[in-house]
């Protein structure tokens, strides 16, 4: 063995890739602490007010944080950036609204400028907000369409929110790389994105945080709205399952010190839906590095990638719970974490 180099027993635990979370809005040295003592070794961002997400990768790729590795979206294009307009002096323009084609394209450009990796944008309201309904249509086709080409123009992906089926479809039809949410899809979009290779990200830990108290969520309205989105969602992955639609796992969270959402709970709710324990893992790891085109790098226990790997104490493949005990966090190669030995030596 090379001088250097630690060796770690697991003590007959389990080792795994590190855990992706496609869909995040981590803006905090804390909260990126709190995620990669989860196992979560590479974020994708789902947008940032003020382009936190971008110094967090560069500060990742400079060695100053060993993780987790981050996907940038940087600013939410959706139809009013409220405070985001503080990002940069150049969206002081768009303070009036994103709403026409060259305000769509100008957002995207000015977040490509800034150097994302990934644009996120919205085919429907929020179910996160009291005042909101998640189905409701934002954007439409055309408007989609336009932030898929500008986007494309800049070699990015886009990622889209989506309860609704319609702003689900819209997006779909326009291009985008992913469905956030996808709640109330029907198996028109779902048959859709099977055909264009579109990946769902649904979020299904985040929606039963509606339904229980503390968490990221706990309002009456939302409690309600929970009631009804839950069977919905649960529908929706099971038959984007069925039609072999790829699924990668998203906590939808700050991981704020409130927050009690994270990858594992969205792996285990998988198997609880109906996915093979590998299936689900595969969700966690090697179809998240392919949603956000880094194969090459992470995703599976390979020589040659960056040492993203994990250990958790008992065989997940017998009881898929396991991987919410994560006791071994290496970050591209650094140790991170390391409960083990549980006794004395």
Do not use: C
Request: glycine share 10%; no cysteine.
């Amino acid at each position: 063995m090379p001088a250097g180099y630690e060796t770690v027993d697991i003590a007959g635990g389990t080792l795994l890739p590190g855990f992706i979370d496609a869909h995040t809005h981590i803006r905090s040295l804390s909260s990126a602490k709190r995620a990669l003592e989860s196992g979560v070794t590479t974020l994708r961002s789902a947008s940032t007010p003020n382009y936190q997400d971008v110094t967090i990768r560069e500060l990742v790729k400079s060695g100053v944080l060993a993780g987790p590795y981050m996907v940038a979206a940087g600013v939410f294009v959706t139809p009013n950036l409220g405070e985001s307009v503080l990002a940069d002096p150049r969206l002081g323009a768009l303070m009036g609204g994103v709403n026409s084609e060259e305000e769509l394209r100008t957002l995207v450009r000015i977040n490509a400028d800034r150097g994302v990796d990934v644009i996120k944008t919205r085919g429907t309201e929020r179910a996160g907000l009291p005042h909101t309904d998640p189905r409701k249509q934002t954007y439409t086709q055309a408007q989609l369409s336009a932030i898929v080409d500008e986007a494309a123009r800049h070699n990015i992906p886009v990622m889209a929110h989506a309860h609704g089926d319609e702003g689900g479809y819209a997006a779909v039809a326009a291009g985008v790389r992913s469905i956030e949410h996808g709640t109330y899809l029907s198996d028109r979009t779902l048959n859709l994105m099977k055909k264009n290779g579109t990946f769902l990200v649904p979020t299904f830990s985040t929606v039963v945080d509606l339904t229980e108290p503390g968490g990221d969520y706990d309002n009456p309205v939302l409690f309600i709205r929970g009631q009804h989105m839950l069977p919905a969602l649960e529908w929706t992955v099971k038959r984007a399952y069925e039609m072999g639609v790829k699924i990668a796992t998203g906590a939808d969270t700050g991981y704020g010190p409130e927050s009690v959402t994270r990858v594992g709970m969205e792996i285990a709710n998988f198997v609880r839906l109906g996915m093979t324990p590998m299936d689900a893992i595969r969700s966690a790891t090697s179809v998240g590095a392919e949603l956000l085109q880094i194969t090459d790098r992470t995703g599976t226990v390979t020589v040659g990638k960056e040492a993203d790997l994990i250990a958790v104490p008992d065989n997940p493949l017998e009881d898929i719970r396991a991987v919410q005990d994560v006791v071994l966090v290496i970050s591209n190669g650094v140790i991170v974490l390391n409960r083990l030995p549980f006794q004395k030596e």
